[in-house]
């Protein structure tokens, strides 16, 4: 059973690392390098539906978007902030 838990957490830390290079690539277009979380969202189709078909709530949501951005956070890797009910992130300078 440990194989499949370290096979997806490599799966995730493979999907992190993508995420990390798209905002290394796109935060020199935005003030103090601090790129939007909802543009990554939707530049990186990262607003899927959290939950199985027959649950009542099923409306799209960033939540693989917040689940990578923690990953990276955790390491390091990102800075992450809100303004307001905004979220911006860019890679952590060190």
């Known amino acids: 059973m440990h194989h499949h838990r370290e096979a997806i957490r490599l799966h995730l830390a493979s999907c992190a690392s993508e995420l990390l290079a798209y905002l290394a690539a796109v935060e020199s277009r935005f003030p103090d390098r601090m790129v939007p979380a909802a543009e ?26 917040g689940a990578l951005a923690r990953i990276l956070e955790d390491e390091g890797k990102i800075e992450y902030i809100r303004k307001g009910s905004r979220s911006f992130c860019r890679v952590a300078t060190r």
């Open 40 to 65: 990554a969202k939707e530049a990186l189709g990262l607003n899927l539906v959290a939950v199985p078909k027959s649950s009542k709530d099923s409306a799209p949501s960033g939540w693989v978007f």
